[in-house]
């Protein structure tokens, strides 16, 4: 996510892999002429589902460590924050996954669950808003 807030910032995101959404919303956004009103910004993070999957690191090890999980939030909320003090940001919690056991299964010593719950508690750490996919959006095993 530090990447894709980097090129955010920095209007620089050639680099970006093609097929990647953040980079067309990335190219429009900076493609504006207009100033954009900070208060009516919101950053919306999806966050968890290709980190636990990809066995990424949970708990960051130092302040700067933007290879894990938690890491990367912070450096990314901190910096979406100071180059936009006046927007909104919310991090979103990963959707029901039917593989890995429904994210039962442990990848690199971690389930999806442990993934959602350092989300929610990093909600109340960074003051941002929250939107609880898993538990609300009604897609379970069932459907």
Known sequence: ITDIVEA?????????EEDKAAKEGIRIFHDKQTKVDEEKIVFI???GLNDYMSGCALEAKSA???YSFEGAIKIAVQKLKEAYPESKIILMSPNYLGLFDGGTE???GHTLEDF???LEKMNFELDT???DVYDESGITEEN
């Open 8 to 16: 955010f910032l920095s209007g620089q995101y050639e680099h970006l």
């Open 45 to 47: 993070l999806s966050l």
């Open 64 to 66: 700067d460590d933007e």
């Open 106 to 108: 442990e990848i690199n």
């Open 116 to 118: 959602i719950k350092l």
């Open 129 to 131: 808003l929250y939107i």
